[in-house]
């Protein structure tokens, strides 16, 4: 099969690798309908974090069943699935209290940016959608494997509720699905901080009602301006950068809560961002299974339409041309096309 193998910062190909197979009897096999590079591949990809050998990279994907192991009961050969980017058991003390992400069995891909995917514990990672869905929703059952799920993590960890002020840190796919979260919790007023107009004008589509240009002391107090001096009731940290994570707490109102998603590089909380203004922070890698039927039935009912992150289509043999993209903000999210 073709997959995308990582060899060193700034060199991705796609390459021939071995086809997959069945190694446990938990074990499915999904051909790959689409997949898409990640803004955490870009971690590697800029060579912030090590890259020791070359290794598959890629941990979103929807497809077709096309195996399953001896003891998968739940899931069907032919069956159109989405997993997470975290293979979980679904039954785990952990998983049983919505925390798939840290599922005690939970193990990760062998590189999912490629036309075959193992996926261990089948019937607990992988939701089928109800039939074979139209094209169109491809890419928006895409998004649910991490970044959609992800956003909607950021908003439930910061206590979105309805009637509440949201702002977003992050512009990138998950702070745009977090803007779109924010809005399907009820929020009233959902501010989205960021300086591309293609992307200001996408998070007010996903229901932003103001957009914040400014950054660090500017930023915060722009959106204090919003609030009548007093900061956000809930902001979603989506980038995890020391001065994303600083914005996010100075933004917020004391006694307001950080959705913190990020993966963090270069973070050192102050406690004085968290303390004297009784600030907390929740949050962490989404676990996506808790939220996958929810969320699968807002896209099947078209009641949400999260795909539209995706702002550049590739075969996979062009792997390398979606990482210069996303890398060098041409694009918000890269779908690819096995």
Request: charged content about 20%; some cysteine.
């Amino acid at each position: 099969m073709r997959g995308a193998v990582l060899h060193a910062a700034g060199d991705v190909r796609c390459e021939q690798r071995p086809d997959p197979v069945i190694i446990e009897p938990t074990d499915a096999i999904v051909r790959a309908a689409a997949t898409c590079v990640c803004g955490s591949d870009l971690w590697p990809y800029r060579g912030i974090d090590q890259v020791p050998r070359a290794r598959a990279i890629g941990h979103e994907f929807c497809g077709i069943v096309e195996q399953i192991g001896d003891t998968v009961t739940v899931i069907q050969h032919g069956q159109f699935v989405i997993g997470g980017f975290l293979a979980s058991d679904n039954t785990c003390p952990n998983c049983r209290a919505g925390m798939h992400s840290s599922c005690l069995q939970g193990v990760g891909y062998d590189g999912c940016q490629s036309e075959l995917i193992r996926v261990p514990l089948a019937d607990g990672t992988l939701v089928a959608t109800p039939e074979l869905p139209p094209k169109d929703l491809v890419p928006s059952l895409l998004t649910l494997s991490d970044v959609m799920a992800t956003g909607w993590h950021a908003a439930v960890s910061a206590g979105v509720k309805p009637g509440m002020t949201v702002a977003v840190v992050g512009d990138g796919a998950v702070g745009l699905c977090g803007v779109l979260a924010a809005a399907q919790l009820g929020a009233e007023q959902v501010i989205a901080m960021s300086r591309h107009t293609p992307r200001q004008q996408l998070a007010s589509e996903f229901g932003a009602t103001d957009i914040v240009v400014e950054r660090g002391e500017e930023g915060i107090a722009r959106i204090k301006e919003l609030t009548e001096g007093i900061g956000a009731d809930a902001v979603l940290e989506c980038v995890g950068t020391g001065d994303s994570v600083i914005q996010a707490l100075r933004s917020t109102r004391p006694g307001g809560m950080v959705g913190w998603v990020g993966a963090p590089h270069g973070v050192e909380l102050q406690m004085r961002d968290l303390f004297w203004r009784n600030v907390g922070v929740r949050g962490g890698p989404a676990p996506v299974r808790h939220y996958l039927p929810d969320l699968m039935d807002r896209v099947w009912n078209r009641t949400i339409d999260p795909g539209k992150v995706f702002d550049l289509d590739l075969p996979l043999e062009q792997v390398a041309e979606a990482y210069r993209a996303m890398d060098e903000r041409r694009a918000i999210k890269v779908l690819l096309r096995p």
